[in-house]
């Protein structure tokens, strides 16, 4: 499985971004995708996931409201659509891809990763 993330870049408090990944390796309308962040100095987190249909989706209380994650199975993309961002959600974001098609708890992360993008929020 490869993931490739990009999107990223300097965006004012209040601005509007969106990260996009593309994946190939296996048939994506197979599997959960969800988008993970690390901000400096701190953990891996779990940001949003997407079941393998796009109807059923998951968000990090941090962000509920304000990001939105989607996808398009017929261009093995998922996107994460940044609305209102603030300081703290500066990170580098990482698409991920699960082994199963139904949401599940991602404390622990998804099997697959690839190299992330970096998203720097200006005050």
């Known amino acids: 499985v490869q993931l490739q993330a990009s999107g990223g870049g300097l965006v004012q408090a209040g601005g509007s971004l969106r990260l996009s990944c593309v994946a190939s390796?296996?048939?994506?309308?197979?599997?959960?995708m969800g988008w993970f962040r690390q901000a400096p100095g701190k953990e891996r987190e779990f940001v949003a996931a997407?079941?393998?249909?796009?109807?059923?989706?998951n968000y990090a209380d941090s962000v509920k409201g304000r990001f939105t994650i989607s996808r398009d199975n017929s261009k093995n993309m998922m996107y994460l659509q940044m609305n209102s961002p603030r300081p703290e959600d500066t990170a580098v974001y990482y698409c991920?891809?699960?082994?199963?098609?139904?949401?599940?708890?991602?404390?622990?992360?998804?099997?697959?990763w690839g190299k992330g993008t970096l998203v720097t929020v200006s005050s």
């Open positions: 997407i079941s393998w249909g796009g109807r059923n989706t």
């Open positions: 390796g296996r048939i994506f309308s197979s599997y959960v």
């Open positions: 991920a891809q699960d082994n199963g098609g139904s949401l599940r708890s991602y404390n622990s992360g998804m099997p697959y």
